[in-house]
């Protein structure tokens, strides 16, 4: 049983957006949305049924969830202004302790949608993992009642944990997508087209998915083939930056499998 | 038509094997299977009803297309060895030039399939792109029909295209399944396991093939958002070489999207 009926959601951003409509789905009715711009709160108020606001002053009390999806410098400061007396309120950041909650209410936790949200593109929302933290059991067992509503994957972390969940997804989305744009520019000064590699970056997600990505390492830098490499980082020598990426990276790669040659 | 019916395997591994079983697929007719190690050679002349043999020597004059699916320094070591006349020979590397094969043949090739081979998994080579080159319009024109009969995206490209396509592959294959081997480490360090990644990296490819990765890139490095930086970096700093990939990545992501933000 879902106990939270009434949601306010602080924030109108991609996270607030795709949080929105989700809960929405589930049944949970967004009371109102609000946001600093009110032309921004307005658009995702339109969207979910709900009022927009854009003064911590009109923020209803009438809720039984108050869930903050704001930037993370934002959120230290609405939680310094906006006491919720004993309510729920949650924040949606990876990166940021349950604690900086503490001052609005004592009722207070985490859920944290792991998942790179863009507004033009749809999101699966029963396919992303939730990452509950709750102040106190009440808390932490509403909050898996929410997200089960919502996700297929909902799962209790603690701050440190969810910093190195955070941490962990720096690696494998925006620095594996680092990788994809250096690669479609070597691709464009070549005349070829970066969806050549769409077959092979798709054999790799599945071979790290079904094979764990430790046992399937390839290339010259496992093998520790100097002269691919060398013929590599002399290919991109005046590329400013990459040659040292290419060089970090492949360092580490031979090292990290040496004992297993 | 593809006039190339009979066709010799220098190889057994990878490549070869999957290479071997295609080629048998489309129709044409394998008839030896060379390696060194003749157990080698023996168990995937088995799977292709070809014979095995051991020795140059013992290779057939009397086949249209020669093979070579080995590693690269052997592939300078037979070319050496062996002379095959006038007969079509190719290679299957992304980082050699085509004209290693020129004391073997005047009718020498390439035929690089881009993907990343191992032997416990099955490839679907009808989305395998082949990367061609030939030494002459009439190789080129064979290979094209050889290869078309293999897979959907037969592509000419010259040597220095190709080995900007083998770099570009390690940057979109290699050095990505390393970043989820650290991931993969971060978490397995918080009791927390890779698979409640699998979602967020499927998302990752697939916002990179459909708006292009350049403008798909999110995160810290991208907002400069030193913050969370430092706290990454602080909670990384005493993983060996883990600390340096993360400032190198970080710092060329924050120069590349500066003049954007």
Redesign the interface.
Known sequence: MNDLKRCVLIGAGNVATHMGKALKNSGVDIVQVYSRTFDHAHILAEVLDADPVNTLEAITTKADIFIMAVK?DVLASIANDLNLNDSLCVHTAG?IEMDVLESMSANHGVFYP???F?K??N?DFS???LLIQGSNIDVETKLLHLGRGLSN?V?K?DS??R???H??????????????????E??R????D????????????D????????N???????RN?R??MD??LE??HKK???E???A??S???Y??YIEKR
Chains 1, 2 share one sequence.
């Open positions: 993370d990166s792991l998942q790179t863009s033009q593109r999101v396919r992303v993992p994957k799962i972390a440190k944990q910093k190195a969940v941490l962990a997804a720096v690696f494998a989305c925006n620095f594996v997508n680092h990788m994809f744009t250096i690669s479609d070597i691709l000064e070549n005349q070829m970066f969806s050549i590699l769409y077959s092979l970056i798709q054999e790799t997600v071979k790290a998915v079904n094979m764990s990505p430790v399937a390492q390839t290339g010259p830098a496992k083939d002269k691919v013929a590599h290919a991109i400013s930056g990459i040292e990426i290419y970090t990276i360092e580490h790669i090292k990290y």
